[in-house]
């Protein structure tokens, strides 16, 4: 599906049904995709997340005045305020927008300082910035959240820079004797700040601090229970994403993004789903919408179903509506997915098990050998994928089982095609600190499509593709964490049939692709190796 369109997908729906959400995305004017995400639910409620287009600093790196940057932070606000608008025509229950998206990026931090509001702690001050406009002074932008909040009658999630003083008493001051923070926001549909979390991991970001005590932010709502808040990079650490979730219980997260898309591992939209996926949860997930900068990819997923928009052509922004119940059902560990007897599954258990898999037919009795695999094996070779060094192996023919194993990991895949293509596909391997754009410890299975016909291609960005598969990829994983990839042709989002442990070993089954994969890939986090 050309990446231009706003596309739906509902795991275990019929292609019909299917078909209705694509079409009805499609055709919606104004920049707006509504759907329901869970049909049959009980309880649920309306979800929004505002992919923006933001007016930017035109010289970021100049000192303007504080009018100055009210006056660029308003044009933003405005959009922001139609947007919430918009939404509670849909009757929304809560609306996130994006990281950056009032003030821009790119700043000093002497040049961001105009641009940062006053923010007192909601834990110790129980304010209304609407109601209240003259309590703080430099609160211009949380006021007219606050407002949009009650005008909107809804939850409001936003991003904003924050300024915090401190005294020369305290060993972590900046010499300028401020805080300077990436934070989000959270207000009620009656304008009361709830929620206020300062940006952990920071991403190159010279202009802000990062606070000495992770914010571990939840706000309860109404009508879904509590949410969860982070941002951006955080997704990738174990602080404060998943000790939120593992501590306070949260089944929903508010996500504010300005991510630049990374294939064939980290696209926005990709890591939002498998974040979903992995933990069960639902993400609201809002990224700033810059095309030719790569940032693009927002989106409401829950573990089974996602509602989402990346574009790369359109230069404006864009809207998402869904339903969403209030108890995310996982994919994790489900027990009526895929029964043993299904054939390509308990080929998989005979193979994981290390006993000889044998088929009967009226003929004879054919068995698929381990030293039959290793006599065959297609070479070995390395590329840089994702600026790590992989080790792949091709995946030829119409079927097989294949291994390739990098230190302690060793990564299997067992296919077959419905039909061959010219493409070239590999299965690669990486155990080891990923060191550029950030420093973490990675452990990765990936099947994915290479850029040509040469091994050097592997790993290469691409986003279209042809090849069809059904198989199982697993690997012998040393954490609990564990994010499934899955992206096939056009950008478009698929969903496992299952995902769990079997005999130490994680892995991801698919069978009937609807379109050529991009990317399969089991991509696990080592946090305390960091």
Excluded at 412 to 421: W, Y
Aim: some cysteine; aromatic content about 12%; proline content about 5%.
């Amino acid at each position: 599906l050309p990446s231009r369109f706003t596309v739906c997908i509902m795991s275990g729906a019929r292609t019909a049904h299917a078909l209705v959400f694509l079409l009805g995305c499609s055709a919606l004017a104004l920049g707006v995709c509504s759907a329901s995400l869970e049909h049959g639910e009980a309880e649920y409620y309306v979800a929004a997340v505002y992919e923006h287009r933001s007016v930017l600093s035109p010289n970021p790196l100049e000192l303007s005045s504080r009018q100055q940057a009210l006056e660029l932070m308003k044009q933003n606000l405005d959009v922001y305020e139609q947007q919430v608008m918009a939404a509670a025509q849909k009757g929304a229950h809560i609306i996130v927008f994006p990281e950056d998206g009032i003030h821009g990026f790119n700043f000093t931090r002497t040049s961001i300082y105009p641009f940062l509001d006053l923010m007192p702690s909601p834990r110790l001050v129980s304010w209304n910035p609407c109601l209240e406009p003259f309590r703080f002074n430099d609160t211009e932008v949380l006021q007219r959240l606050s407002c949009m909040a009650i005008k909107g009658k809804m939850f409001l999630v936003a991003n904003l820079g924050t300024k915090q003083p401190c005294l020369g008493s305290d060993p972590g001051c900046p010499q300028d004797g401020r805080y300077q923070f990436n934070t989000n926001v959270a207000f009620s549909d009656n304008g009361t700040l709830v929620g206020r979390y300062r940006k952990h991991n920071l991403y190159f970001e010279e202009a802000f601090d990062s606070p000495a005590d992770v914010d571990l932010t939840t706000f309860d709502t109404p009508f879904a229970g509590k949410f969860g808040m982070f941002t951006c990079f955080d997704i990738l650490f174990f602080d404060p994403a998943v000790r939120l979730l593992r501590d306070f219980e949260v089944k929903h997260i508010a996500y504010p993004t300005a991510w630049m898309n990374q294939l064939p591992l980290l696209a926005a939209i990709e890591i939002q789903k498998a974040f979903a996926t992995a933990f069960g949860v639902t993400v609201l997930a809002a990224n700033i919408h810059h095309p030719t900068l790569g940032m693009t990819g927002s989106g409401i997923h829950t573990p089974l179903k996602s509602f989402w928009y990346h574009n790369m052509d359109d230069p404006e922004g864009h809207l998402i509506i869904a339903r969403v119940a209030t108890n995310p059902q996982g994919l994790v560990g489900t027990e009526n997915t895929t029964s043993e007897m299904d054939p390509s599954h308990r080929k998989f258990l005979k193979v994981l098990s290390g006993d000889p898999y044998c088929e009967k037919d009226a003929q004879e009795v054919r068995c698929d050998e381990a030293a039959k695999w290793n006599l065959n094996a297609p070479p070995t070779f390395h590329s840089e994928m994702m600026y790590d060094n992989f080790t792949l192996v091709p995946v030829w023919g119409k079927e097989g089982h294949l291994q390739v194993c990098s230190n302690s990991l060793c990564c299997h895949l067992l296919f077959e095609r419905p039909a061959l293509s010219k493409e070239l596909y590999a299965l690669g391997v990486f155990d080891g600190l990923h060191t550029v754009h950030g420093t973490y410890y990675v452990q990765a299975c990936a099947l994915v499509k290479c850029g040509g016909a040469g091994f050097e291609t592997c790993g290469q960005e691409i986003s279209e593709a042809e090849g069809l598969f059904d198989f199982h990829l697993w690997g012998n994983f040393s954490t609990l964490y564990v994010f499934p990839l899955f992206l096939t042709s056009g950008m478009t989002l698929d969903t496992p049939d299952q995902l769990g442990w079997e005999s130490d070993h994680y892995f991801l089954r698919k069978r009937g692709l609807s379109s050529g994969l991009v990317t399969a890939a089991l991509y696990g986090r080592l946090y305390e190796r960091n």
